[in-house]
C-alpha cells in the first residue's frame, strides 16, 4: 500500500498570502493518480485538483498543484478567508486509492 | 448537476451490519465508465477508502475492509448499498459516497453530504 504523508500538520497564514503543502508518498505515484481535496467543518470533501495540475471545475486558479514521482505540492497562491480549512492529497497505486492524513490552514 | 445522497441508520450495535444506501440525482452514473464510490473517516481521522462498483456491479474494494464489506447496485441503477458487517466501534465513522472517475485520471466527484454511524450498544 502506498502511504501518503502531508506536512506540516497545521499551517498558520494570514489573508493574502501564499500557502504551499506538501504530499509525499513512501513510493512512486503515477502522476494521473493524485488528487487533492478541501474539506470545511461538517462538510464532504471538495475536488480541488486531479492528474496532479488539473483544476477541477470551478475552483480558481490561485490554487495549482504540481509535483511527481514521491513529492507533490499544492500551493493556494493569494489566500482568501474561504480558503482556510483542511486539505487531503489522494492518490491510486497497486488496486487502492489512499489519503494523506491531511493539512489544517488556519488563519494566523 | 450531479448530486449523491447518503441514508441509512445512524447507530448500529456492535456485531451487526451497517447497511447505507446512495442515491444519485441531477444525472446518473448508469451506462457510464464512472463508479460509486463510498469512502469514510472516523472521527478526527483521515479519509479511509472502503469501496467502489459500477452500475454493472464491476466492485474493487480496499484490501482491508473487503472480508467485511459489500457492495451492491439497486434495480433502478441509480441507487449503491454498502454493507459492513460485524462492526466495532472502530467502523464509527461519516461514510460517504461520492462518483468514483475510473478514467485517466481517477478522481472523486463530487462527494455526498456524508451520514455519521456511531456503533455502539
Known amino acids: 500500500e502506498i502511504v501518503l504523508t502531508q506536512s506540516p500538520g497545521t499551517l498558520s497564514l494570514s489573508p493574502g498570502e501564499t500557502a504551499t503543502l506538501s504530499c509525499r508518498a513512501n513510493q512512486n505515484v503515477r502522476r494521473d493518480y493524485l488528487a487533492w481535496y478541501q474539506q470545511k467543518p461538517g462538510q464532504a470533501p471538495r475536488l480541488l485538483i486531479y492528474g496532479t495540475s488539473m483544476r477541477a471545475t470551478g475552483i480558481p486558479d490561485r490554487f495549482s498543484g504540481s509535483g511527481s514521482g514521491t513529492d507533490f505540492t499544492l500551493t493556494v497562491s493569494r489566500l482568501e478567508p474561504e480558503d482556510f480549512a483542511v486539505y487531503h492529497c489522494?492518490?491510486?497505486?497497486?488496486?487502492?486509492?489512499?489519503f494523506g492524513q491531511g493539512t489544517k490552514l488556519e488563519i494566523k | 448537476q450531479l448530486q449523491l445522497q447518503e441514508s441509512g441508520p445512524g447507530l448500529v450495535n456492535p456485531s451487526e451490519t451497517l447497511t447505507l444506501t446512495c442515491s444519485v440525482s441531477?444525472?446518473?452514473?448508469?451506462?457510464?465508465?464512472?463508479?460509486w464510490g463510498w469512502i469514510r473517516q472516523p472521527p478526527g481521522k483521515e479519509l479511509e477508502w472502503i469501496g467502489s462498483i459500477n452500475y454493472d456491479g464491476a466492485t474493487y474494494y480496499n484490501p482491508s475492509l473487503k472480508s467485511r464489506v459489500i457492495l451492491s447496485v439497486g434495480s433502478s441503477k441509480d441507487q449503491s448499498s454498502l454493507k459492513v458487517t460485524s462492526v466495532t466501534a472502530a467502523d464509527t465513522a461519516v461514510y460517504y459516497c461520492a462518483r468514483h472517475i475510473f478514467s485517466v485520471r481517477y478522481r472523486f466527484d463530487p462527494w455526498g453530504q456524508g451520514t455519521l454511524v456511531t456503533v455502539s450498544s
Open positions: 489522494q492518490q491510486y497505486g497497486y488496486s487502492t486509492h489512499t
Open positions: 441531477g444525472g446518473s452514473i448508469n451506462g457510464t465508465t464512472d463508479y
